[in-house]
């Protein structure tokens, strides 16, 4: 039986300025980041065999609050957002589209994006591949986080909304060689101010 650590990188400047900034290396971490880095590290084993990183900046400065020792792969990365990546969501508030994805990811994905199965796919894949030789530490994004979990608990993508994942949320998980199976969800560290 393997451990999973999924973690949701720390608050980042496009988090602040809600920007969607889906290509690398996208902005780094506030201080409140930072300080929610070290709070979701704390709450991580000693020791994992892999540490994994989306290679958003933002999700590598969270991982080395854990170690210096991180290994960046492009599975869990960011959501593609296709035309909007680099927009702020206020001037997407009106476009039909924009509030058809927000209600429905999987079958309304941006112009150009990537829908719930196509990250839960690219994220499961890395993940049962590096739990098969022991305990993972993964950082990735909200969108890909919730995707992959929808995804691993046999839940429908329709559900995306009944799952929380702020920034620097652990989400622990085992992998016990055919399935995964939830064990906590700990969102403390988003509480934590910089």
Do not use: K
Not at 149 to 157: I, P, T, V, W
């Amino acid at each position: 039986m393997s451990e999973i650590y999924l973690v949701r990188h720390g608050e980042s400047l496009s988090n602040v300025e809600g920007r969607f900034c889906g290509q690398p290396p996208g902005p780094g971490l506030t201080p409140r980041g930072r300080a929610q880095a070290l709070a979701a590290a704390a709450l991580l084993p000693q020791r994992a065999v892999s540490v994994v990183s989306s290679p958003l900046l933002r999700a590598v400065e969270t991982a080395q609050a854990y170690t210096a020792a991180v290994d960046v792969r492009t599975e869990l990365r960011e959501t593609g957002l296709g035309v909007w990546d680099g927009s702020l969501q206020a001037e997407l508030v009106d476009v039909p589209r924009f509030r058809s994805w927000r209600q429905d990811p999987e079958n309304c994905p941006p112009p150009g994006g990537e829908r719930l199965s196509e990250m839960a796919v690219r994220i499961g894949g890395l993940l049962r591949t590096m739990a098969a030789l022991g305990d993972v530490v993964a950082y990735s994004h909200m969108h890909p986080i919730i995707g992959f979990l929808l995804d691993a608990l046999g839940r429908s993508y329709a559900d995306h909304a009944s799952l929380r994942i702020p920034n620097a949320t652990v989400v622990r998980m085992e992998w016990d060689g055919e399935r995964f199976r939830l064990v906590e969800i700990d969102r403390s560290p988003s509480l934590v101010e910089g």
